[in-house]
């Protein structure tokens, strides 16, 4: 189970789940991401769900093979468990009827980070639309801001 660490004001920090888009803009280089996830990974554990390693993997090129690999193995690997996969059902269910379709791999990502008490790290927030769901969104530039 996560852990949490306090901050200057007093508030915790609850411990990372990265989404896809953050592992992958981070492979690329893509500017400020290598240095975000450095951040984090100093500040608190750092979480990826088996279901964004599997995005990952099957976008990599031959040549980055090393790189992705020695990437996602130093975060937690979160697999994806009976309790996990019922939570990730009754999201898109919940949703559904609400008129909202959420993917697959979201859901898993979403209740992956609700089981364990995980903020999401996010490209995309409007993906994850769950109030109960602690999400920080990344900028083109690698900069988070708390989903508004």
Request: hydrophobic residues 40%.
């Amino acid at each position: 189970m996560a852990r949490a660490i306090g901050l200057k004001n007093g508030e915790e920090m609850k411990d990372h789940l990265l989404d896809s888009g953050i592992l992958i803009r981070h492979l690329r280089n893509q500017r400020g991401y290598p240095q975000l996830v450095e951040s984090l990974s100093d500040q608190t554990e750092v979480y990826v769900s088996s279901f964004s390693r599997l995005e990952v993997v099957r976008g990599m090129h031959d040549r980055e093979r090393k790189r992705t690999f020695d990437l996602l193995d130093s975060f937690i690997t979160i697999s994806m468990s009976g309790e996990i996969a019922d939570l990730a059902g009754e999201l898109i269910r919940s949703w559904r009827s609400r008129g909202v379709i959420l993917g697959d791999a979201d859901a898993i990502i979403a209740a992956s980070a609700l089981h364990n008490n995980l903020t999401l790290v996010t490209t995309n927030a409007r993906h994850f639309p769950m109030p109960e769901l602690s999400v920080l969104q990344a900028d083109e530039a690698g900069e988070l801001s708390m989903r508004s």
